[in-house]
């Protein structure tokens, strides 16, 4: 399983972007989230979807303001990111859980990571 972030950049705060994850491998059938990591942090559960149902779970500091989602026919995962803030500034970086382990906000239960992509959010 390969993935690939893309999508990051530098924003103004209340601004929007939009990131991307490409993968290989059977898609349709992992877990895949979004986790970030700022300097100095540990990484940190941002959103997740399943791949059965394609239920969404959010960290509590976005929800509201970001949205998973999938296109299992493209292999593609992407997060909408809006009304961005400055503490939303980290590397993001997408994960796929294969074996479906159920504690999705748990960085160890993912099997797979992209490199990440910086997002910055500028006061």
């Known amino acids: 399983v390969q993935l690939q972030a893309s999508g990051g950049g530098l924003v103004q705060a209340g601004g929007s972007l939009r990131l991307s994850c490409a993968a290989s491998g059977r898609f349709s059938s992992y877990t895949m989230g979004w986790f970030r990591q700022a300097p100095g942090k540990e990484r940190e559960f941002v959103a997740t979807?399943?791949?059965?149902?394609?239920?969404?779970y959010y960290g509590d500091s976005v929800k509201g303001r970001f949205t998973i989602s999938r296109d299992n026919a493209k292999n593609m995962m992407y997060l909408q990111m809006n009304t961005l803030k400055p503490e939303d500034t980290a590397v993001y970086y997408c994960?796929?859980?294969?074996?479906?382990?159920?504690?999705?906000?748990?960085?160890?239960?993912?099997?797979?990571w992209g490199q990440g992509t910086q997002v910055t959010v500028s006061s």
């Open positions: 994960a796929a859980d294969v074996n479906y382990s159920g504690r999705f906000y748990d960085a160890l239960s993912y099997d797979y």
């Open positions: 979807i399943t791949w059965r149902d394609g239920y969404t």
